[in-house]
């Protein structure tokens, strides 16, 4: 009976430090990450809190490792390349304050930090024909805008977000700012990018969601 009794305490002790230890190793509580500070306030606009912005993606958190990643540009291009992370943090950096808005109707605020997709397209000299452009995440979610709206808008791909480098469950290393498109259209985890002279549906536009996804247009096509 002792015994027993030893073992049940144990085993609450035991499930005990494994949750507060959980807690503590949180860091998203804190706004610090890798020694970095978040900032949630920004000219004059308070920015979402990391720890606020939710986590819907198809297969949860993606953990990406920094030396080994690379960015495959290929398709219609003069050049495919790879890219390594420090080759595309050495990149001209631009940073935008903007909405997320998922279809679904919730939405949140970041400052996103990144490269113009324009300069990585430069280095390795997109084809004439070439019409969209799609990205491929590190999960198997997909999907593609058009080669002018992203020349047109200075679409960035972000590494950093509230001046902090892109944690994992954000999209770490790359997360395509989809600026005023519905988030489905700002993959995450991106691992390679295509160009491509034909329409290309992805994940969820496959599933029904419109191509589009112009933010307060209509979330699906029939
Ligand atoms: N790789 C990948 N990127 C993704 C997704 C995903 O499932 N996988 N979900 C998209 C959707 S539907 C939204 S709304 C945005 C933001 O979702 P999050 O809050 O889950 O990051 O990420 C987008 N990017
Ligand atoms: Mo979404």
New binding site residues.
Partial sequence: MKRILLIISLIILFSFSTFSGCVSENQQSTGVYNNETETTFYEGQGLTPIAE???????GT?YIDRESYRLQVDGLVENPREFNYEEITALPRTSKVLD?????G?S?TGKWTGVKIAELFEEVEVMENASTVIFY???????ALELDYLLENDIILAYGLNDVTLPP???FPL??VAESK?????????VRIELSDSEYRG??EERGYNNRADVGGPAFER
């Fill in positions: 912005q939710r986590n819907n993606a198809i297969k993606q997320l808005d998922c279809v679904e919730w949140f995440s590190a999960d198997g979610y997909s999907t469950e954000r999209g997360q395509l519905y988030g489905y259209k700002w993959a995450k985890w991106i994940y969820w």
